[in-house]
């Protein structure tokens, strides 16, 4: 015996057929013009605090206002160095805790990992600032006085004893680098001069002991920079940058 079906198109209701939509709770609450500029903050601040650091504008400021504002430089190394940290740790506890029953796990897993990825761009774009200011100390500087001393030499016989000695013969003033981490040039003769580097002179200039970083400059003038318990050398131009 057989049997008829007929099928039939069954009709939703016009609710059922309007598109999926997830519910508000569930949509993005970082729309893309809030988040730019929350991801951009952590980006520029590294720079702008290197800037604030290498350019030599505060030179003429009081003492009491260099010592202010080295402070905030110093706080906001240490605050930028913390919310890196925040942000790695925030990102690494939150992915372990994320699940379906916990979805501001996830959100916040994604904002360390945005923080932390932000600061790193951030401080990868402090060394092309440092890297003017170096320019800057060395050619516009270093250059001028590295002259002075060797025209002493060819004409006396022996470095200076002190930089202020060039003045005014061979400089018209002893230059001063006036920026705040890397504030004074500092120059060595006789024996150490000869422990520094081997040479009969020598000049140096190291970042401010309050900063965190601790650069240094060495100007050797026979470029020997091989020797020394130095750790690790770069040579930009006629210097050698030494490694924190």
Known sequence: MGMNAETHAVELPPEVRQPLRLPRSYRSRWPLGKLLPVCALPVVAPPIRELLGVLPWASSWPLSAKSKLVSALIWGDSLLMLAFAGGVLCFVVASCLASEKRPWAARAALSGLVLAVALFVGFRLEWPIRQIAMHRMMVE????????????????GVPPPTLAALVPEFLPAVPELGMLRYPDLFYYTGLEALHLGGDPWALEVESAPEFSDKDLFLYFPQQDYSGGDWGRIERVGEWGYVHE
């Open 141 to 156: 500087q270093g250059a001028p006085l590295v002259q002075a001393i060797r025209a002493h030499e060819a004409k006396y």
